[in-house]
């Protein structure tokens, strides 16, 4: 791992996952500069040794590196293509600034993005990652690139600092759909656990006892390990805390439908991801997609 220059790094998106991976940059010694259409959230960092910028162009004036975390496609193109009136970052950047994208979208709009950039003589990458809220700030990310080979060598160096893990997929886009593959194995594993914990529950096993033992057999899974949905078997998951996010049911849903939308593309046949994707939108629908999407536990726990 390479240590921090005088690089100077421009951070968009400050919510629960792009501030605590800005704040791991600024414990590593990077310049950073912040920027959120939410005011409010860029404070904290501020407090911290961030300077705080009001605008899209304040924020990536100077920068020679731009890292965006954002909750959707329609977000990402806003910012770095821009909408309406307004300039987006391919625009506004200066020519040797180096794009990376975190956020989870469709592989299409990365690949949008990716060719305006190269349009402009700039280099994009795009990089979602997986881990949660946790991983961002204990900063053991596994950040998955699509990009150039050149891309994915400069966005190692920075991203290195923020996560654990850093794979090349492959070229522009595929950094999400490999994401897109995983959360689909996500939200379906997660929903098998949920219903299986229940069913044992009202069959009178302890859901702890129950968690230990299929954990030494076949049935082990990391949300078994990592983020058991039954609240107090696992102390420090959201499902321990009211089900505070963590990763929301209503992101989860997204990401599972850029899964379905991606299986229309290809032809292939994902029925346990639409499954899964019809039981978190029946689980938002009744007032749930700001809580963790751990919470899908409570729909198999009610039994009104």
């Not at 792009?18 to 939410?38: E, T």
């Amino acid at each position: 791992m390479s240590q921090p220059t005088d690089t100077k790094v421009a951070f968009i998106g400050l919510g629960n996952m792009g501030s605590p991976m800005a704040n791991n940059l600024l414990k590593a010694g990077f310049s950073v500069q912040v920027y959120d259409r939410v005011s409010a959230l860029s404070q904290p960092l501020g407090d911290k040794g961030a300077l705080v910028c009001h605008s899209l162009e304040q924020v990536l004036d100077s920068a020679s590196v731009v890292v965006t975390m954002l909750p959707a496609s329609e977000h990402v193109k806003a910012v770095y293509l821009g909408c309406d009136d307004e300039k987006g970052t391919i625009e506004l950047a200066s020519s040797d600034t180096f794009l990376i994208d975190c956020s989870t979208i469709d592989p299409d709009s990365a690949r949008l993005v990716s060719r305006e950039a190269q349009n402009k003589g700039l280099e994009f990458v795009d990089a979602p990652v997986s881990g949660g809220v946790a991983g961002a700030s204990a900063g053991t990310l596994t950040f998955i690139v699509g990009g150039s080979d050149e891309g994915f060598t400069k966005a190692n160096n920075l991203l290195s600092f923020m996560g654990k893990n850093v794979f090349h997929a492959g070229k522009a886009g595929d950094g999400q759909m490999a994401k897109i593959c995983n959360n689909l194995i996500l939200g379906s594993v997660m929903a098998a656990t949920c219903e299986s914990l229940s069913l044992g529950m009202d069959n009178g096993l302890n859901p702890d006892v129950l968690s230990n033992i299929i954990l030494q057999s076949s049935g082990r899974n990391w949300v078994l390990e990592l983020y058991n949905p039954c609240p107090g078997v696992i102390e420090h998951a959201p499902a321990s805390a009211q089900y505070t996010p963590g990763f929301m049911c209503k992101l989860m849903s997204k990401d599972l439908g850029l899964g379905l939308e991606a299986a229309k593309m290809s032809q292939s046949s994902v029925p346990m991801g639409a499954l899964a994707h019809s039981l978190y939108a029946l689980h938002n629908r009744n007032g749930n997609a700001e809580l963790d999407f751990s919470s899908l536990f409570e729909f198999f726990r009610n039994k009104q």
